[in-house]
């Protein structure tokens, strides 16, 4: 069965940080390309970074290029979004999720429950 454990998210003010931690159970993590995507109030789904180990990229969306970062442990299938310099308009529920490996970060295979994060100004 395919499981994912989010946590990190929560309340900050503008200008603060939040790390987020995925850990992931069910597949075989190095199978995926791995990344987090997230959705706000109304709005639809939005990828916000993805390791894209098919080509050996790092892919982050323009709205937080430079802001947030992406790391994973494959030892302990865990990833992690590092979210520095957080903004209102980042209020969303953040969720990982495994991509089908080759597609770019395009085909989404599985997704968790996801994590609320509210940034406040």
């Known amino acids: 069965e395919v499981e994912f454990v989010e946590s990190g998210g929560g309340l900050v003010q503008a200008g603060g940080s939040l790390r987020l931690s995925c850990a992931a159970s069910?597949?075989?993590?190095?199978?995926?390309?791995i990344g987090w995507f997230r959705q706000a109030p109304g709005k639809g789904r939005e990828r916000v970074s993805c390791i894209d180990s098919s080509v050996g990229r790092i892919v982050y969306a323009d709205s937080v290029q430079g802001r947030f970062t992406i790391s994973s442990d494959n030892a302990k299938n865990t990833v992690y979004l590092q979210m520095n310099s957080l903004k209102p308009e980042d209020t969303a529920v953040y969720y990982c999720?495994?991509?089908?490996?080759?597609?770019?970060?395009?085909?989404?295979?599985?997704w968790g429950q996801g994590t609320e994060v509210t940034v406040s100004s």
């Open positions: 069910g597949f075989t993590f190095d199978d995926y390309e």
């Open positions: 999720a495994a991509f089908l490996y080759g597609s770019s970060c395009t085909n989404y295979a599985y």
